[in-house]
């Protein structure tokens, strides 16, 4: 009788334990919740690395890509970090860089790419950094010589350079050239109206507009949906290990800029965008300009792309200063 | 005596007499191509020139020039732009963009628009009205002359004399 009793009670225990476990079903255990890592975004400023002329110091500017790409990853050495971040020595690594030159020339300082450049070749070799960008003349209005040779990084343009994939519609450095991509930004705001929407800012998701088939890019305007859409392009999702933003200088009003005097890292495209987007309003409220709301595309990018969060409970901010 | 004046005029012109400095236009848009703004300065990029994309030109639509920011011009009416970029020796740039905006009245409503000419600028004559702005190291100059909207732009401000000076000749000697 004893045994029959026992074995009753191991059937309503695993029938109590089974009904749990379905009701529970789809949701997350209480511990996974409670340990699920942040996305972390890390900026670092230094006063001393652009002064009020736009000059920038390469050391110090250097000396912040180290620091910020080891305060992202945890690792204690240059290799490493970009080891942890998926680089490896095989790789191509495609650069997005933004030389859009119109009004006030915002296009990547010639020392942040002289670092990453510097940085990336401790585990790829020189020739195997790819910086692109639209169009020759984007790259020459940016400051940048195209090199297409077998010496040194390359420069490249989509409409010289590579031809584009039909397919995802992106430029072929970006589908069938580069192994991994880096997605360097400029600290741009735009604030361009569409009809009755607004594009506050131009960062990381527009970025990329620029690797799309040049007559698809007139299709972000106005668009949060395929502004999301493009950095849930394959190719894009897939490669991207990094995202960078050079705010040494940077807008805080459409042509009015200001020296920020930072970078912002992040593996999580929607949180970095999330961070830099702070950063331009932080400066609007100090200049007691009317902070922006926050753009439609990161929601999109979150909930229908599952690109990252702009929730910033779910966001690690790590601010340093030099 | 208007026929004797008109010839004398013509003969004039066709010497090159009255033509300072020379001024090229692009056939396609009528627009003018700028001169060499100084000694030392020669083309760097350019002349490229970006019309609407219903009407591209050679090399292509506002687009494909300022992207999502084109949007505001063509909501005043814009044409046609000539983009050109001039450089020295010692790394000192000057960009010029002459927009088409298709009237004066467009070209002016341009020039009051915050979202091209922004707030905090100085005003200027260069024979006419300018609004200048000067974000260091950046100096700028932006003016309308009948249908154009103007944009002057130096990267090294301690030539914002000499930028002056070249807006006013485009805008009394070019347009």
Known sequence: MIRIKKRNMFFKVVIFAALTAVLLEGRPAASAVQTAPKSKVVTVRSPNAVNSRNQCQPLEVKAMLDQGLLALTGK??????????GLTPADIVGIKINCNSWTIKLS??????AALTESLSSVVPLNNIIFYDMTKS????GGFTRNTSSVGPRFLANDADAGYDEQERLTRIVTSTCTKLINLASLKTVDTTYGNKTLAVSLFFKNHVGSLIADDAPKSHGDFDFIAAVLAKPSIRKKTILNLCDGLRGTYKRGVPWYWAGIVLGVDPVASEYAAFQVINEKRIQEK???FEMPPYLLIAEKKYGLGTCDPANIDWVRLER | MKKEYISVLAALMGLGLLASPAVRTSGQTGLPIPPIPGPGFTISS?????GTERRPLENGHIFHFIDGGGVVYINHGFRAVVHIIFADQNQNSITVDIFDMGNAENALNTYADE?????GYAMISIGLEAKSYHFEPDYFVYFVKGRNLVYCHVNNDALSGLLTAYAKTIATEVL
Do not use: M, N, Q
Request: a negative charge; glycine letters at 6%.
């Open chain 1, 289 to 291: 300009e009317k902070p």
């Open chain 2, 115 to 119: 979202s091209i000419c922004p707030g």
């Open chain 1, 76 to 85: 204690t050495s240059i290799r490493e970090a970009w080891t942890a971040l």
């Open chain 1, 108 to 113: 990547p300082h010639p020392e942040l790419v």
């Open chain 2, 46 to 50: 350019g002349p490229e020139f970006y």
């Open chain 1, 138 to 141: 984007d790259l020459k209005d």
